[in-house]
């Protein structure tokens, strides 16, 4: 249970530093009995069993102390992005019906328009949280919770629209499985995590869960600067860090990389976004030392599915390494087409796992629902193939899919290929409408500095590696792409201008 961890980690090893951030330290023990301060607090608040707790905020040890103390009342933290606009923000304490707010000092203009939701109390992350909670005893509520038990609500990220409150139980973590580090290397408490994901995302709240899992120190930014992770990597010997592409390609840029000891990595997970074939290898010539893991999942599957292994990383050229991985321990993956049969290797069609990481559902929408999880599987919405050895392709997202003429088209695999032209440094690829093809296909480029390709020269590098009709019918140049906090571009964003006007709407 995930109440059970920090209980666990204060028996075993109770003066051992479970968080650092700025500058100050928490053991075992001291995160345990804030826990159950915070737990208390929220039972004398009135919060039932599986309430709904929200917190705002961006990166901090507080997270942590929230988490666990919510657990340990058997209710249900619900992270709400930091990115997020007050409309939204409201949104998502409406949806959840959140009964307490725990709300970052950064966000407190925010607080007399989120007081009208449905909560009943608002505690601010400052000295007021500390005066709350240390109020409370510090003795433990023995709360009973059950493996069912939903203990986190995490919001989709809403690029299509009203995001989606995912249901995660105590079993769906997975905390009791024997194999579970199996997928992260083997972690153990020598290593020290660095911890830059934001923790509202699946990646930051469930790699901060499996280290305290592992009873591992975890240095936590409250947001991501690529010259102060650097120094904590070379002054604090870190081994372990999880990490975007857009993280590492900050780090790569970063002058003083070249100056820094980062012989302590002995472990990059990175995913959420797909990689710059040669930001990777340019990655793994700066790290050598260090194993890279490329990882796979979903919110809705809690995380990691597949992992790419530090063993296939091995020839940066090989194909495998355009691969999402294999499926890890407990996972089974198969590729359907519509109708749900199930299709041979390297035929490109819906994946589906079944896991028991897979979420007990939305919140609120059992029709959804129904629709994503169908017999034990989970329709992830992204369409890609396995080969014969059981390696995952993922093409693109199903909703991001072109069809131009007839023919469907991948933007995913586009953006591959022309990332490879020396002058881009960053792509998207989306449908338009047209009226001979129905859809066209559009590339927005970004120029890395110094640049200087235009359309014709971009479109003449397409055409030696893409069919004709995967070729962009145009191509226009911005000054940055609009990505979502673990880096994924928002391309309903970038269509919606386009589609204005059209009662159809592809995506």
Not at 263 to 284: D, N, V
Not at 394 to 420: C, F, Q, T
Request: proline fraction near 4%; glycine fraction near 8%.
């Amino acid at each position: 249970m995930l109440a059970d961890v920090s209980r666990y980690q204060a028996r075993r090893a109770a003066s051992d530093i479970a968080l650092e951030f700025e500058g100050a330290q928490t053991t075992f023990m001291a995160l345990d009995l804030a826990s159950n301060r915070v737990a208390n607090g929220l039972i004398a608040s009135g919060i039932n069993p599986q309430s709904r707790i929200a917190i705002l905020d961006k990166n901090s040890d507080t997270f942590f102390e929230v988490l666990l103390g919510t657990a340990k009342a058997n209710a249900v933290l619900v992270p709400i992005n930091a990115r997020l606009t007050v409309a939204e923000i409201s949104f998502i304490l409406r949806d959840a019906n959140a009964e307490v707010l725990f709300l970052g000092e950064a966000f407190a203009a925010m607080a007399s328009e989120l007081r009208g939701e449905p909560l009943k109390e608002v505690v601010m992350l400052n000295a007021d949280y500390r005066k709350w909670r240390d109020a409370q005893p510090s003795t433990d509520p023995e709360l009973k919770s059950l493996p069912d038990d939903v203990c986190l609500q995490m919001y989709t990220s809403g690029t299509t629209g009203h995001p989606k409150g995912v249901q995660l139980t105590n079993n769906n973590l997975g905390l009791s499985s024997p194999n579970i580090f199996d997928s992260w290397g083997n972690w153990t408490a020598k290593d020290v995590l660095l911890m830059a994901m934001p923790q509202f995302h699946v990646a930051g709240a469930g790699t901060g869960i499996m280290a305290l899992l592992a009873g591992i120190k975890t240095i936590i930014f409250r947001e991501f600067v690529p010259l102060q992770v650097l120094k904590a990597i070379e002054h604090s010997r870190v081994t372990l860090a999880f990490l975007v592409p857009a993280m590492i390609g900050a780090l790569m840029s970063e002058k003083a990389i070249e100056s820094t000891d980062t012989s302590s990595l002995r472990r990059i997970i990175y995913g959420a976004s797909a990689i710059a074939p040669e930001l990777l290898k340019r990655a793994l010539q700066t790290f050598k030392d260090t194993g890279f893991v490329q990882v796979y999942g979903l919110t809705e599957t809690s995380g990691i599915i597949t992992a790419l292994s530090p063993e296939d990383h091995v020839s940066a050229n090989s194909q495998i390494m355009t691969s999402c991985g294999r499926a890890i321990p407990g996972v089974e993956l198969r590729i359907v087409d519509l109708v749900g049969s199930t299709l041979a290797a390297r035929q490109v069609g819906e994946v589906v796992c079944r896991t028991t990481k897979n979420m007990k559902g939305y919140w609120n929408r059992d029709a959804e629902t129904a629709k994503t999880l169908r017999g034990g599987w989970l329709h992830t919405g992204d369409a890609g193939y396995l080969d014969e050895e059981g390696y995952l392709f993922i093409e693109d997202r199903i909703k991001d899919m072109i069809v131009s003429g007839g023919e469907n088209v991948y933007p995913a695999e586009i953006e591959k290929v022309l990332i490879g032209h020396p002058d881009v440094g960053d792509i998207a690829v989306f449908g338009v409408p047209d009226e001979r093809w129905g859809e066209a296909v559009k590339a927005l480029v970004v120029l890395r500095n110094g640049g200087t390709a235009d359309a014709a020269e971009i479109l003449l590098y397409a055409r030696k590696y893409l069919a004709g009709y995967k070729i962009p019918k145009s191509v226009d140049f911005v000054s940055q792409l609009p990505r979502n906090a673990t880096g994924k571009i928002l391309k309903r964003e970038l269509r919606e201008p386009y589609w204005q006007g059209y009662a159809r709407r592809v995506g």
